[in-house]
């Protein structure tokens, strides 16, 4: 039950982060996306990340920072067996589920449901 309460309070520490973000500078939402995914990414590669995933499970892989952490862990992987060709495919090859799951639950929302003009 506790692991559950950690995941929750470290996933919102992190969401709270970026709303704070949104909230009180100038960035664009695409920025503070795309910082955080290259956070995960420094994170991991610092040894910082996976400590923190073992720690909170969902809480850190879920947001954004746990896709860098997945394209990094990814490419390490890779490279430890493929050499350096592995930079260029372990990123895909790691994510590649997740983002096949979110092009087609997005292709499925985008057939169901109707825009609506603002």
């Known amino acids: 039950m506790l692991e559950y309460l950690w995941a929750f309070l470290?996933?919102?520490v992190i969401c709270a982060v970026g709303q704070v973000?949104?909230?009180y500078t100038k960035l664009t939402p695409a920025r503070i996306l795309t910082g955080y995914v290259?956070?995960?990414v420094l994170l991991s590669a610092?040894?910082?990340?996976?400590p923190l995933v073992e720690f909170a499970g969902?809480?850190?892989t879920v947001?954004?920072?746990g896709f860098g952490?997945?394209?990094a862990e990814g490419?390490?992987?890779s490279v430890e067996e493929k050499g350096w060709l592995g930079i260029f495919s372990g990123g895909l090859t790691a994510s590649s589920a997740g983002i096949t799951a979110a092009m087609l639950f997005g292709l499925a929302a985008a057939a169901i449901f109707k825009p609506k003009d603002k």
Do not use: E, Q
Request: charged share 15%; no cysteine.
């Open 10 to 12: 470290i996933g919102g």
């Open 21 to 23: 973000l949104i909230d």
């Open 38 to 40: 290259v956070a995960g």
């Open 46 to 50: 610092l040894g910082l990340y996976k």
């Open 58 to 60: 969902g809480g850190a």
């Open 63 to 65: 947001p954004l920072t």
């Open 69 to 71: 952490h997945l394209l």
């Open 75 to 77: 490419i390490r992987k």
